[in-house]
């Protein structure tokens, strides 16, 4: 059950703390509220803004918190004191986007007043001041890759990537519509942008390529957000729901309901906690069920010993029908890997050394069903020094025996067009290569020798064929022209 907290206004920013006990800071109205992950009254306050908050950020080493404010200053806490440690002014306008570069000693920001900064924390000075959008800059991230590069958003409908070496932006991207949140993946390769109806994913590797459109809301998207593991990214959107998509298909995998509106949201680091905050000041917090209790509920009880021995000395008498038990047919690990289409786990299975070695025949035989269901080349493919080595040998060594040489033949053909590039890179490899064409070679040589004495044979039993024939008939008329005489006699 969500559990809800009011604040003193719109929650326009959620940000949890990287390390354990995961507290999270709730910028709302003029305060910064930092809760517990089980409190519903806050733990520590900071309220030294004159005006509106916006913002509320940690650093990696949740340590220090920055915040943006309405006034245009930025402040820099210990969130072991509430005394603003730093303030940064430079800003003409209102500051909705601050953050922390992944180095730690720098903090990126954007303003109403269409620029966006970088500040220097030990000296509180300003770094450099980009000029480039032409509206007002909501939204930012930093890479956490590369120490020197930020991403900002826009209303003016550009996403800009900076590096904080170069004296301008190294790339812009058209978004389409006012940008409300912007998102990178932790590889850097990724970025993701909101805004108007739309999440867009866009390669930045591939000079801000766009990979797909996503148009699941109904109303404008507001906030974005990645689970631990990147394999789920989320949406809120005014239109008061929560999506979540796969990144791997990006498809809708899950939706949530709000009441209202949804400004902001936030995932805990371990995925136990989703934190939204929504335009009439509440909180919404829900906690995913402990592990331990659905496996305590899932786990049936076992029956007692006796129901086990019950009726096993019981002996049968002379009129009684006996009925036997049908003896339960235990699948073998590969035959279960390939019942669940797992290919190269199956093949795996079978270059185990108790079935190479003992049941070659059995490796053979799931070889020849992989290519028949076409996916002998994906579960060859990938594979690492030790396992091309493993499978190299093998071959080498069975491919001369005449039961497996179809099947081994086309493997080796595989593996020589999938390897090929990787040649001369290892030398276990390269040794294992030579080792199978020596052994090709080798048979090779054998079957033209035996072709040779095939044909002498040949020769030769046509010979005594031809013999043995003249023979009878001289044998067949000698007989007739014996007794034609006698007869006559």
Not at 383 to 392: A, C, G, M, S
Request: with cysteine.
């Amino acid at each position: 059950t969500p559990v809800q907290i009011k604040e003193f206004g719109a929650v326009n920013k959620i940000d949890f703390s990287p390390v354990p006990p995961y507290n999270y800071a709730v910028t709302a109205s003029s305060r910064i509220h930092i809760y517990g992950r089980y409190s519903q009254e806050p733990i520590k306050t900071f309220s030294r803004f004159k005006d509106a908050a916006y913002c509320a950020t940690y650093r990696d080493d949740g340590n220090l918190l920055v915040a943006g404010s309405e006034e245009g200053s930025i402040r820099l806490f210990d969130i072991s004191g509430r005394a603003p440690l730093r303030q940064f002014d430079g800003h003409t306008k209102a500051v909705h986007v601050v953050g922390f570069l992944s180095d730690k000693y720098r903090i990126f920001s954007g303003g109403d007043d269409y620029s966006s900064n970088l500040w220097d924390i030990p000296s509180a000075t300003e770094i450099v001041s980009y000029s480039e959008h032409t509206d007002y800059v909501r939204c930012g991230c930093a890479s956490k890759v590369n120490a020197d590069v930020f991403v900002t958003g826009s209303y003016d409908h550009t996403v800009k990537l900076f590096d904080a070496r170069t004296k301008r932006s190294v790339m812009t991207i058209e978004h389409g519509q006012p940008v409300e949140s912007v998102l990178l993946f932790p590889s850097g390769g990724l970025l993701v942008s909101a805004g108007g109806r739309y999440v867009k994913v866009w390669d930045v590797l591939k000079g801000g390529q766009l990979l797909v459109s996503l148009k699941n809301h109904h109303k404008t998207v507001t906030c974005l957000c990645l689970n631990s593991s990147g394999q789920r990214l989320l949406s809120g959107s005014l239109d008061r729901h929560v999506k979540i998509y796969s990144t791997t298909s990006y498809k809708v995998v899950h939706s949530f309901n709000y009441a209202t509106s949804i400004l902001s949201l936030a995932l805990s680091p371990e995925d136990e906690t989703i934190v939204v905050g929504m335009t009439n000041g509440v909180l919404n917090v829900k906690h995913r069920k402990p592990e331990e209790m659905k496996e305590k509920s899932q786990k049936k009880r076992q029956p007692a010993y006796r129901t086990y021995m019950k009726g096993r000395t019981y002996m049968p008498k002379q009129e009684d029908f006996c009925v036997s038990k049908p003896v339960k047919r235990v699948l073998r690990k590969y035959d279960k890997l390939l019942k669940s289409f797992q290919s190269s786990k199956a093949l795996d299975a079978v270059l185990e050394p108790p079935i190479r070695l003992y049941t070659p025949e059995v490796t053979v035989a799931v070889m020849q069903e992989l290519h028949r269901r076409g996916t002998l080349r994906s579960a060859l493919a990938g594979r690492d020094e030790k396992q091309i080595n493993l499978l190299l040998t093998f071959v080498a060594r069975r491919v001369i025996e005449p039961r497996f040489t179809p099947v081994l033949v086309t493997v080796a053909d595989m593996l020589t067009d999938i390897y090929q590039p990787v040649v001369g890179q290892s030398a276990i490899v390269d040794r294992q290569f030579l080792r199978l064409q020596e052994a090709i070679g080798k048979e090779i040589d054998y079957q033209e020798e035996l072709l040779e004495v095939l044909g002498m044979m040949d020769t030769l039993f046509a010979t005594f064929t031809k013999k043995k024939a003249s023979y009878l008939e001289e044998n067949r008329s000698n007989g007739l022209t014996e007794t034609v005489e006698t007869n006559m006699n």
